[in-house]
């Protein structure tokens, strides 16, 4: 098995952070390890998953392919990552009886911290060029009949509010 195609950052890069989890051979994640390789690769794809749903919902198309927007993106998966392996060796922040633990599952805190990542970065994602798929906009709506076929008036009106309109081409004065 391999990562997804949709995913974000790899299991060397994960490995590369957890040494401590090594077979006696140097090799970093294997089906003898804690996790083994199987686990890591779905912790990746996971978060991954999470990611693109977040990122989604915030008008990106996915996989992210823009390369230093990328590059973003595999270090938050990667960091997640790596915080999961120490969970299933019994350490670290997602580890039973942490802090963390305390206010949920893994994966309530993954997805929060998810959602502040995009939240606080997507403008950024969109600076460095990651193609968004649809307007922020997608979605809204605005009925202007009712079902029978009449027109809606609104509730409130801009002259209700004393606004009043001004057609700047041909209202100067």
């Known amino acids: ?60 198309k996915v996989p992210v392919s823009q390369a230093d927007a990328k590059l973003a993106l595999d270090e938050f998966v990667v960091a997640q990552a790596v915080e999961l392996c120490h969970a ?42 990651a193609t968004r798929s649809r307007v922020l906009a997608y979605g809204l709506q605005c009925r202007t009949e009712d079902d029978s076929g009449d027109e809606i008036v609104p509730i409130f009106q801009r002259e209700m509010m004393g606004n009043q309109i001004v057609d700047w081409d041909t209202d100067v004065e």
């Not at 060397?12 to 804690?34: F, K």
């Not at 997602?94 to 929060?112: C, K, L, N, T």
């Open 1 to 60: 098995m391999a990562i997804g195609a949709n995913s974000y950052g790899s299991t060397d890069e994960v490995g590369a952070l957890t040494p401590l989890y090594a077979t006696a051979t140097g090799v970093i994640y294997s089906t003898s390890t804690r996790p083994t390789l199987a686990q890591v690769e779905k912790f990746v794809d996971r978060v991954s998953g999470i990611l693109n749903v977040l990122l989604a919902e915030a008008g990106f």
């Open 88 to 129: 299933a060796n019994g350490a670290g922040p997602y580890a039973p009886g942490s802090e963390e633990m305390r206010a949920g599952s893994p994966f309530r805190v993954i997805e929060q911290e998810a959602a502040e990542f995009v939240g606080k970065h997507a403008a950024g994602l969109a600076a460095l060029g």
